[in-house]
């Protein structure tokens, strides 16, 4: 199995602020990795695809980089209606295909 | 994107099989455009995927949970359908029903609400 590690898992912002969550994947997985946000009681949401593709009518604040082993997904102005977990995932190894473990996103 | 709600018992007891359907609407469970998904998501926990099938017959599953897990269509209905036998509390989560379209491979980009499934005698 390919393990997903994010990081950090947990982390306080402010309105406005450039927030960055990282990815480490236990091998290369080239470019196939996506981003999902999650809100409380709700279901996750794709924002990312192929590690920096924003899917449509996701926000354009929203973007991701990098390939192999090493990805990063970044905020570029932290609004309130962002705060949520975000997860990223792999399908490099597809079909099996894995998640991080998330990174809790709250407001300071 | 087509629309999933899932749908079945709450609550299941341990040794027993869990059962969940998924009711699909805005498009066709055999059109072949989509990849049918079951992922689940252990209380405050990360997100686990638990299989898929393709084109009503084609299946593929978690290596952790093969020799417990099933997954079918009713075409007649357009719904697909998890099993998932021989519980313990372990398999207490939250199930997801999700889709991934065949031309974006890899990217579940509709999900149901999700259902709750407690394991409890």
């Known amino acids: ?108 | 994107q087509v629309q999933l709600q899932e749908s079945g018992p709450g609550l299941v007891k341990p040794s027993q099989t869990l059962s969940l359907t998924c009711t699909v609407s805005g498009g066709s469970i055999s059109s072949g455009n989509y990849y049918w998904s079951w992922i689940r998501q252990h209380p405050g926990k990360g997100l686990e995927w638990i299989g898929y099938i393709y084109s009503t017959e084609s299946t593929y599953y978690n290596p952790s949970l093969r020799s417990r897990v099933s997954i079918s269509v009713d075409s007649s209905k357009n719904q697909f359908s998890l099993k998932l036998n021989s519980v313990t509390d372990a398999d207490s989560a939250v199930y997801y029903c999700a889709t991934e379209d065949t031309t974006t491979k890899g990217s579940f980009d509709s999900w149901g609400q999700g259902a709750l499934v407690t394991v409890s005698s």
């Not at chain 1, 912002?13 to 927030?19: E, I, Y």
């Not at chain 1, 590690?51 to 996701?58: E, F, N, T, Y």
């Open chain 1, 1 to 108: 199995d390919i393990q997903m590690t994010q990081s950090p898992s947990a982390l306080s912002a402010s309105v406005g602020d450039r927030v960055t969550i990282t990815c480490q994947a236990s091998q290369d997985i080239s470019k196939f990795l996506n981003w999902y946000q999650q809100k409380p009681g709700k279901a996750p949401k794709l924002l990312i695809y192929d590690a920096s593709s924003l899917q449509p009518g996701v926000p354009s604040r929203f973007s991701g980089s990098g390939s192999g082993t090493y990805f990063t997904f970044t905020i570029s102005s932290l609004q309130p209606e962002d705060i949520a977990t975000y997860y990223c995932q792999q399908y490099d190894n597809e079909p099996s295909y894995t998640f991080g473990q998330g990174t809790k996103l709250e407001i300071k």
